[in-house]
């Protein structure tokens, strides 16, 4: 399985698209962790304000996603009107889900700069400007759709300076993080990682911080708790999962797994996904 393909598989998300139509007034966005904001202009202006940043006006179809839920406005100028289609992206984990991470606080793309996206971007608006059954769960596919293919353009032309993708994307980085993904219940250590990449333990360590932006033992601690979170929502029984995710006891995974996510593995099944994935199916 090729890399986006699996981080996709292992760290997933769901759009819900909430507007569809002309826009000609003005809207603000609280921060909300859970989910992102994807708005895809087709016709401006469209000013966009998020505080510490200069205003981005939009006047050529483009997409503006702000993928952590940051807190910003939307804003028509008077007397003028645009046509949007705006979805909440909504991250499992919510700003803590590594794809989240990977990308920058906001992102703007105009559809012109990115030709792979077009066919998608026509069936999208195809599908918006129609009114068959089934057009919002068209809709909400589509937008998944356009993100993967969005994740891929921005690991594809290194764009990603800090996070997961740029680490896969770097040429000795990649193969100790593949070696991490696709074996997860090795017992790992710094000089095994850093053999995998043919690096040092000292410069692997700096290097590894400089690009994923966080060290190598954390990052295998945040990888493996990803997967035994995915394998418990499948029903796995606690023991099973800890030994799948490379932890030599029970126990020993409770407490890796409490010490990074707050609670304990039966304590967020009970009550963490529920209020996760709530209202976004």
Known sequence: MDKISSLVGRYSFRA???????????????????????HLVRSGPVIFRR??????RVEV????????????ALEIPEGASAKLLCAHICFEDG????????????????????????????LLFAEASCANQGR?????????VLMIQVLRHEF??????????????????????????????????????????????????????????????????RWRIGLAQDLLRKGMPV????????YTSAPAFTRAFTGLVGVSPRQWLKDVVPATWAGTT
């Open 16 to 38: 819900r698209v909430f507007f569809n139509g002309v826009f000609c007034d003005a809207n603000a966005f609280a921060e909300e962790s859970s989910a992102g904001q994807l």
């Open 51 to 56: 505080e510490g940043a200069p205003p981005l």
């Open 61 to 72: 179809p483009a997409m503006v996603f702000y993928p952590r839920g940051s807190a910003h």
């Open 95 to 122: 700003g803590a889900n590594p794809l989240a991470r990977a990308l920058p606080e906001c992102l703007y793309l105009p559809f012109s700069n990115v030709r792979a996206l077009e066919h998608t971007l026509e």
């Open 136 to 144: 919002e769960v068209i809709l909400d596919r589509l937008c998944d």
């Open 156 to 221: 594809e032309h290194g764009t990603l300076s800090v996070g997961l993708l740029a680490g896969l994307a770097d040429r000795q980085l990649a193969p100790a993080l593949g070696a991490i993904h696709e074996r997860p219940d090795e017992p790992w250590q710094l000089e095994t990682l850093a053999r995998e990449a043919c690096m040092s333990r000292a410069r692997f360590t700096e290097h590894f911080r400089n690009v994923v932006g966080m060290p190598p033992g954390e990052y295998l601690t």
């Open 239 to 246: 023991k099973v999962v800890s030994a799948q995710a490379g």
